[in-house]
Each structure stands twice: as structure tokens, then as C-alpha cells.
């Protein structure tokens, strides 16, 4: 089912999706010091072989290129950093809870069921593989604004509704440009259906 969410005056839709997803609970000062780098380091990637061509043929000192060969310096940088992980699980993924499970997600929050208790107005970090190539993960800091327990098979579970609080816009951009398309595909497979 499709819904549309109203976040600080923007509107966003929501779609039921199964993703991977990590996430720990963290403290305030915990928030306060990793807020600006998930703010302004967006892992948005541009996996296009032609347009990494362009880096090489651009020796111009014209400020404009210079800026664009800046950007295509930190593709490669966070493409690196993506390969180092991949390689070489940090030190704090022990710290970090991973499911593969199913959400319901917008560009605002995520509602998913866990295991994990978390409490209201908890701050959380949290990592959201996206499924398409080359494999984007985003990294926000959400607060937790409702966690019901629930019985699944005689074992207690929360549904835990987590709000974005701190996102790259052009990794909420990255998002929502996912939802969209995952919203495109079930429209389009109900449509096939009923047909």
C-alpha cells in the first residue's frame, strides 16, 4: 500500500519494502558529534564508467572544473571507503544490530518490527543498504517516536517507528528516488494483475 507523509511541509510517500538495515542506540553526545559529518557527507554514488572519463580530459585551472574535479575526488574517495568496508568490518560493527527485514519507509522515517527494545525519544544511528547497484549505504540519525511491544510466536517484539532527524539531503534525494521506483513497480504489478 502506498501512503504520503507530511514532514516539515514537505510530503513524502511511503512504501512497504524488505531492506538491510544496521543500527545502534547512541547517546546525545554521541548525536551531537558524528551529526554534521552524516549532514554533509552524502555516500550518494555515480557509478557511470563515461562520466569518470571526464575526469582525465578536464585540465582546465577555470574554477568551475576545478570544482568538478573536486567532486569526482570524493566519489572515488567514498567509493574507496565503501570497498574498505566492505573488506574490512570496523571495530564498532559489533556495536551495530543488522536485519534484513521488512519496512515501511519514506524520505521522513521508518516503522519496522525487531527484537530490539527501543524506548521513546531514543536516539538512534542508522545504516539503510539500498538494493540497487552499486549498492548505496546510507548512514542518518533518527529519533525514536513510538515502540509497541508485540507477540510474535510467543516472543516479544516492538514495532519501532523511527523519525529522520539528521540525513544528507542528497542521500534523502538517493531515497526517495528509490521509493518512487519501488512505488512505480507495485503500481505496475497490480496493474498487470487486475488486467
Known amino acids: 500500500m502506498i501512503q504520503v507523509e507530511k514532514a516539515e511541509n514537505r510530503e513524502y510517500f ?3 519494502v524488505r531492506l538491510p538495515i544496521e543500527f ?10 558524528i551529526e554534521s559529518t552524516i549532514k554533509y557527507g552524502s555516500v550518494k554514488i555515480i557509478d557511470n564508467a563515461k562520466e569518470m572519463h571526464f575526469l582525465k580530459e578536464i585540465v582546465s585551472k577555470d574554477e568551475q572544473d ?7 575526488i570524493k566519489i572515488i574517495d567514498k567509493k574507496i571507503d565503501m570497498i574498505l568496508d566492505l573488506l574490512y568490518k570496523s571495530k564498532n560493527d559489533s556495536l551495530y544490530l543488522s536485519r534484513y527485514i521488512n519496512v515501511n519507509i519514506s524520505g521522513a522515517g521508518i516503522r519496522f518490527t525487531t527484537d530490539v527494545n527501543l524506548h521513546d525519544a531514543e536516539h538512534v544511528e542508522l545504516k539503510i543498504t539500498l538494493p540497487i547497484p552499486p549498492y548505496p549505504k546510507i548512514v542518518l540519525l533518527c529519533d525514536v517516536v ?3 511491544v508485540c507477540d510474535i510466536d510467543g516472543i516479544d ?6 523519525a529522520f532527524k539528521t540525513i544528507n539531503e542528497d542521500d534523502r534525494d538517493l531515497l526517495i528516488n528509490f521509493i518512487f521506483t519501488k512505488e512505480r513497480e507495485v503500481l505496475r504489478y497490480k496493474k498487470e494483475q487486475s488486467g
Not at 545502534?24 to 558529534?33: A, F
Open 24 to 33: 545502534r542506540k547512541i547517546s546525545h553526545d554521541e548525536y551531537l558529534n
Open 66 to 72: 576545478k570544482e568538478q574535479i573536486l567532486a569526482y
Open 14 to 16: 511511503r512504501v512497504e
Open 157 to 162: 517484539n516492538w514495532e519501532t517507528a523511527l
Open 146 to 148: 513510538r515502540s509497541d
